[in-house]
């Protein structure tokens, strides 16, 4: 009994002291750029972008210091920023060389046109078209004016007659953008039924590609159930207002909405950005492993939380278009297919981070980024490791794919985490009609997809090859059972003959 | 042990019992009957066929295609993965019996464990093939291959109510509503499974504490 005891009391103690001891883990740095694996995993990554420079108003040799910047907008070589809080647009031209900027002049008024006011009010975003002319959001005048080049008025458009939309509405436009045919696309504060279109002679066409109403069966009941006083408290079912619109190469509206909630960004029933055609549909590819809303994960850090909100859009030659979130600072790179290629950034001081991002352009591969609480534009250009992944997609394109090949293993050989180089490497083999090489990068990085394609493939050219082994195979698969009942009988009539019974 | 491994009339009853499984996949009402009236199952053959399902359980997790079944390895554990299968069929046996026994019940502990093993023999014996046949297939034939799966667990459940009915001499009104109610037991036995472990950790924890105090004391 007494050695039960002490046995007892040895193993307490013993359980004790393991207990007590502590297993310390060390937190780990996380890159600047990362990109997720198929499983979600935060993978990191060597940079895809690097900070060039980034310019204040000193460093641009401003006259007056910018206020609150909303807009950025660039053409060709020529950079605009809209300087919201000086109602001024302010036009440079950058230096190709070293990515200086030179300012050639401040846009404060224009001349012509029997308008009485010919100065802006809280200007808000500026476009340009192939002729030269401006289209600018000049916000608290309710106008988008048309100029030419040498800041002639032309014309303008106002608040959009509609019957659905009352006459008195303050018309605030915020954001615009404009097609080849200068037709006018704007998105206007309050105005929650999509994009509002001007034809290009200044009439207001309709308003397209408004976001799909979202709320789910007990939203419904409950309304139906709640008296008038409770039912105006509740949010109202209505299409959500865009943030922020973007023209790209051929003519496709991307759009990108902040004010998303993280239910329904994961069922699926909102999308952070679209892509509008000429009748308003949503034509964005979304193919890839997660959804294209940013950051996957969404929980609380450094107190910040909930989903990414994307404030601008840009969409680069080669199809990549890249989101800018403000709400936890970073740039988030897609394909045409909806992959995440890359992202990076955050909040902060430092060069690479932001305090309130607004607004993102590109010229070519370049990235402009524009923060409106540190008047600043931040200018990213690829690193080697981006210059690589963006020459095998644009070499995939064009059809060159065994410079593709190269590419992509070039971007493997940098970063071995990046799951989009071992997939670019089986499609570019796949093209090639190397099956069984394709089948095994895929394999690697889980594209059950491009997987069975080379598969298929694969499989077919085998039985081609092998198709005497096929048919043998079927004819005994065939033959042979029936073989064996024929044999069984004969041998069962023979036991059962009368001859050789004894 | 080893003249028992010896015993030809021995190993001949195992084979037997073993391919009685087979009988009983296609014949359960008869076949169930047989298995412990006609004593015609073994317990060697039963544990066989658990073997042999858990095998292919965990054989499926490398060698089904990443096209069906893709696979985290970091967030695997083999032991509760194996638990999944052997905790539910523990506590079906022991619920099923502790029921049944009150109820006219013919059938024995021992007997449920045999009749529940051999129903579900269409398990490995489906999923064997089907792990091979899943790496020729394309994502657009999955449909095949979630077929056939569903049906090598339909079969398995259709086998288990059967066998228990012909175990316990139940009519088959009275079978439906045991196997619901060994369904309740089993959560039951959960229930009080999850009341004690949290008292034993709390009683454990009692004496880590004690035993801290000791260690502060002395």
Redesign the interface.
């Known amino acids: 009994m007494k050695r039960i005891i002490t046995g007892i009391a040895a193993f307490a103690l013993a359980i004790s002291v393991f207990a007590g001891s502590t297993i310390s883990v060390c937190a780990k740095d996380k890159s600047y750029t990362y990109n997720y694996d198929y499983w979600g995993d935060v993978q990191d990554s060597p940079d895809f972008y690097m900070v060039q420079d980034s310019f204040t108003s000193g460093a641009l040799g401003l006259d007056v210091p910018m206020k609150s910047p909303q807009g950025l907008f660039a053409k060709d070589n020529l950079l605009y920023i809209v300087d919201t809080g000086n109602n001024r647009i302010i036009e440079m031209e950058k230096n190709a060389e070293d990515g200086s900027f030179k300012v050639l002049r401040y846009i404060t008024e224009f001349k012509g046109g029997d308008l009485e006011v010919k100065t802006f009010a809280t200007p808000t975003d500026v476009s340009v078209d192939d002729d030269g002319n401006f289209y600018i959001a000049d916000k608290d005048n309710s106008r988008i004016l048309k100029l030419d080049n040498d800041l002639n008025y032309i014309m303008q458009f106002t608040i959009p007659v509609d019957p659905s939309l009352d006459e008195k509405t303050n018309f605030q436009p915020n954001k615009l953008a404009v097609d080849t045919a200068g037709r006018v696309y704007c998105i206007a504060t309050g105005i929650n039924k999509g994009l509002i279109k001007y034809e290009s002679n200044g009439d207001f066409a309709s308003f397209v590609g408004a976001t799909p109403v979202s709320y789910n069966f007990f939203d419904y009941l409950k309304k139906k159930f709640a008296t008038q006083a409770q039912r105006e408290k509740m949010i109202s079912f209505v299409p959500t207002e865009y943030e922020n619109i973007f023209m790209d190469h051929e003519g496709f509206v991307y759009a990108c909405i902040a004010s998303v909630k993280e239910e329904d960004l994961k069922a699926g029933t909102v999308h952070a950005v679209r892509k509008l055609n000429l009748l308003g549909d949503d034509i964005l590819v979304r193919n890839g492993e997660f959804p294209v809303y940013g950051d996957i994960y969404m929980g609380t850090g450094g107190g910040i939380s909930g989903p990414s909100r994307f404030t601008d859009v840009t969409c680069m030659d080669n199809d990549v278009y890249v989101c800018l979130d403000r709400n936890r600072g970073r740039l988030f790179g897609y394909d045409d297919q909806g992959n995440l290629v890359f992202a990076f950034g955050g909040n902060g001081n430092r060069d690479g981070y932001f305090r309130q991002p607004s607004a993102i352009v590109n010229m070519g591969r370049d990235l402009y980024v524009l923060d409106s609480l540190d008047c600043c534009i931040t200018t990213f250009v690829t690193t080697e490791f981006g210059d690589v992944v963006f020459d095998a997609m644009e070499q995939f394109d064009r059809g060159e794919y065994d410079a593709s090949e190269a590419s992509w293993i070039h971007a493997k050989d940098l970063n071995g985490n990046y799951d989009l180089a071992y997939i670019g490497i089986g499609r570019a083999l796949l093209r090639q009609e190397k099956y069984k090489e394709a089948m095994e990068y895929f394999e690697v990085k889980y594209d059950a997809d491009n997987y069975s394609k080379a598969y298929k493939q694969y499989r077919k050219v085998w039985i081609e090859e092998n198709i005497g082994l096929v048919v043998a195979a079927l004819i005994v698969i065939v033959v042979v059972p029936l073989a064996i009942g024929k044999i069984r009988r004969i041998k069962r009539e023979i036991d059962m003959a009368d001859i050789f019974r004894i | 042990m080893i003249a028992a491994l010896k015993n030809k009339s021995k190993w001949q009853r195992y084979f037997k019992s073993l391919k009685f499984a087979l009988y009983c996949l296609t014949h359960p009402l008869d076949g169930f009957w047989d298995l412990t009236h006609e004593k015609r199952g073994t317990y060697a053959a039963a544990n066989t066929i658990l073997i042999l399902t858990l095998l292919a359980r965990v054989m499926g997790l490398r060698f089904t295609s990443?096209?069906i079944k893709?696979l985290?390895w970091e967030e695997l554990n083999m032991f509760t993965y194996i638990a999944s299968i052997l905790f539910p069929l523990a506590l079906w046996v022991i619920g099923n019996w502790a029921l049944t026994t009150l109820f006219d019940g013919k059938g024995r502990l021992g007997q449920v464990y045999m009749a529940t093993c051999y129903a579900i023999a269409p398990y490995p014996l489906i999923q064997f093939p089907l792990m091979i046949f899943s790496n020729?297939v394309?994502?657009?034939e999955v449909g095949f291959y979630n077929m056939v799966n569903v049906v090598s667990l339909v079969w398995a459940v259709f086998l288990i109510i059967f066998a228990m009915q012909q175990i316990h001499e139940f009519g088959p009104g009275k079978n439906i509503l045991f196997t619901i109610a060994s369904i309740f037991a089993m959560l039951v036995i959960l229930f009080i499974l999850m009341l004690f472990f949290s008292m034993i950790s709390q009683g454990?924890a009692y004496?880590?504490?004690?035993?801290?105090e000791?260690?502060f004391r002395l």
């Open positions: 990443f096209v893709p985290y020729f394309t994502v657009d454990i004496f880590i504490s004690l035993g801290r000791l260690l």
